[in-house]
């Protein structure tokens, strides 16, 4: 049974999408077999993957909108797409999405559990499910990966108001919890961070003072191999797994993987 992982945040330029990338390329070169989502309109992982005109071209019973459109009956070989990288495979988004992208979900009946059945279903030929959630916690798409997965975790830039959209995040957790009781939200980690920037040491500080075993020990920094990489349609290890950005996602994926024995093995002892 695969680990099912939302990525979501409630501001945008966070990282996300390419956690998202970067991470679940990790995980498939170690052996396992990934499939991603791409709940987000803007479709960025699925343009990164299967390029702009291939996005472009996909009707929409190829894509995560069909799941929410009552008039298509997709099944998962409609919605896997094979990647260009081995044991790693997508399930695209499109402006097809657009129009699904209520922003009270939990009004909308049995629609906003539109995702359950399907993760559930890849969850018996993955061994993970990684959902990336458009920059939003309020709409429908976010809504319903929180009520389809396992596990969450957000990325939070070192600035003052990604610090600020925590609230809008631990809100929604709170709220998704009460209808999906199997959620665990696995943390905070810091994204983009600058060394040697007293205005991030102070933020990083404030933030592991509030929030504590929240906060991931793994900070993700901002560096240019990153940018590279995704200018040449790779992910950060498959480009160039000796630049510290590189170790760097390693120890994030191996520590995201260590929150979940953890929370596994509390499970297990109650």
Same mark, same amino acid.
């Given at each position: 049974?695969?680990?099912?992982?939302?990525?979501?945040?409630?501001?945008?330029?966070?990282?996300?999408?390419?956690?998202?990338?970067?991470?679940?390329?990790?995980?498939?070169?170690?052996?396992?077999?990934?499939?991603?989502?791409?709940?987000?309109?803007?479709?960025?992982?699925?343009?990164?993957?299967?390029?702009?005109?291939?996005?472009?071209?996909?009707?929409?019973?190829?894509?995560?909108?069909?799941?929410?459109?009552?008039?298509?009956? @997709?099944?998962?070989?409609? +919605?896997?797409?094979?990647?260009?990288?081995?044991?790693? &495979?997508?399930?695209? *988004? !499109? %402006? #097809?999405?657009?129009?699904?992208?209520? @922003?009270?979900?939990?009004? +909308?009946?049995?629609?906003?559990?539109?995702?359950?059945? &399907?993760?559930?279903? *890849? !969850? %018996? #030929?993955?061994?993970?499910?990684?959902?990336?959630?458009?920059?939003?916690?309020?709409?429908?798409?976010?809504?319903?990966?929180?009520?389809?997965?396992?596990?969450?975790?957000?990325?939070?830039?070192?600035?003052?108001?990604?610090?600020?959209?925590?609230?809008?995040?631990?809100?929604?957790?709170?709220?998704?919890?009460?209808?999906?009781?199997?959620?665990?939200?696995?943390?905070?980690?810091?994204?983009?961070?600058?060394?040697?920037?007293?205005?991030?040491?102070?933020?990083?500080?404030?933030?592991?003072?509030?929030?504590?075993?929240?906060?991931?020990?793994?900070?993700?920094?901002?560096?240019?191999?990153?940018?590279?990489?995704?200018?040449?349609?790779?992910?950060?290890?498959?480009?160039?797994?000796?630049?510290?950005?590189?170790?760097?996602?390693?120890?994030?994926?191996?520590?995201?993987?260590?929150?979940?024995?953890?929370?596994?093995?509390?499970?297990?002892?109650?």
């Amino acid at each position: 049974m695969a680990k099912t992982i939302c990525v979501f945040t409630n501001k945008g330029g966070t990282g996300k999408t390419t956690t998202v990338t970067n991470i679940g390329y990790v995980f498939a070169s170690q052996g396992a077999k990934v499939l991603l989502v791409d709940l987000d309109p803007q479709s960025s992982l699925s343009k990164f993957f299967l390029g702009s005109e291939a996005v472009h071209d996909l009707h929409r019973s190829q894509t995560v909108a069909a799941l929410f459109d009552d008039t298509c009956e @997709p099944t998962l070989k409609d +919605l896997v797409h094979p990647t260009a990288f081995d044991n790693l &495979f997508l399930t695209p *988004a !499109s %402006e #097809h999405l657009k129009k699904h992208n209520h @922003p009270e979900p939990h009004k +909308l009946g049995q629609l906003q559990f539109s995702l359950q059945d &399907f993760v559930a279903e *890849a !969850s %018996e #030929h993955f061994d993970f499910v990684i959902l990336d959630c458009p920059p939003d916690v309020s709409n429908m798409p976010t809504w319903a990966s929180l009520l389809a997965v396992q596990f969450a975790v957000s990325p939070i830039l070192p600035e003052r108001f990604s610090m600020q959209a925590i609230a809008g995040v631990d809100k929604q957790l709170a709220a998704a919890r009460e209808v999906n009781n199997r959620l665990t939200f696995l943390g905070y980690f810091l994204s983009q961070r600058r060394s040697r920037i007293s205005l991030h040491d102070a933020i990083e500080d404030n933030l592991r003072g509030l929030q504590r075993d929240r906060v991931f020990d793994t900070v993700v920094p901002q560096t240019i191999a990153i940018s590279e990489a995704q200018q040449m349609g790779k992910p950060i290890t498959n480009y160039d797994n000796s630049t510290p950005a590189a170790k760097v996602t390693v120890q994030l994926a191996a520590e995201l993987l260590g929150r979940i024995a953890n929370i596994s093995q509390q499970r297990r002892a109650a």
